[in-house]
């Protein structure tokens, strides 16, 4: 079985699973959990956090894990479970978790995660991230973005 783990500073894992509830729906956010680093700015508590979820994976199970900064504490205390069935990505944004949950939520209990296409999904993840100023630039005088009622159909 594939699981999801969100994890960040703050309450942002938990606000990334209640976008992804609205987009993705109630069954979908309640196959991810979620891990809230620092509210109480105790390191070792979300240490100690990190270890248990990682831990709580069993040999025949994988995990999927969300964080937020590359080189922040959450995701350095994620790199030493980094192997095997545990597959860490950093960065994270609203499309690269639905894109991962769409291709693995739904597998059968036996499938597994393939690297390739995790690291297929991260770039394209990468490609999400606009600057919408310069892309309205390159966009004008089209169709597209010209008024609010074209916009949202």
């Given amino acids: 079985m594939v699981g999801f783990l969100i994890a960040a500073h703050g309450q942002f894992s938990k606000g990334l699973k209640s976008s992804i509830q ?5 069954e ?9 680093a620092f509210l ?7 240490k100690a956090m990190v270890e248990a979820a990682c831990e ?6 994988e995990l999927i894990v969300f964080t937020d900064i590359m080189h922040g504490s959450v ?23 639905c894109e991962v949950i769409a291709q693995y939520a739904f597998s059968p209990a036996e499938a597994k995660v393939d690297p390739d296409q995790l690291r297929e999904i991260v ?11 310069d892309a309205m ?3 004008k005088g089209a169709a597209i973005g010209s008024n609010e009622e074209e916009f949202f159909n």
């Fill in 22 to 26: 609205v987009i993705m729906g109630t």
């Fill in 28 to 36: 979908i956010a309640e196959k991810i959990r979620t891990l809230t």
């Fill in 40 to 46: 109480d700015n105790d390191m070792s508590n979300a």
């Fill in 56 to 61: 709580a994976v069993n040999a025949d199970d």
């Fill in 75 to 97: 995701n350095q205390f994620f790199i030493p479970f980094a192997k095997d069935n545990i597959y860490v990505i950093s960065g994270v944004n609203l499309p690269l978790v």
């Fill in 123 to 133: 770039e394209q993840a990468k490609e999400a991230i606009v600057y919408v100023n």
């Fill in 137 to 139: 630039k390159m966009e």
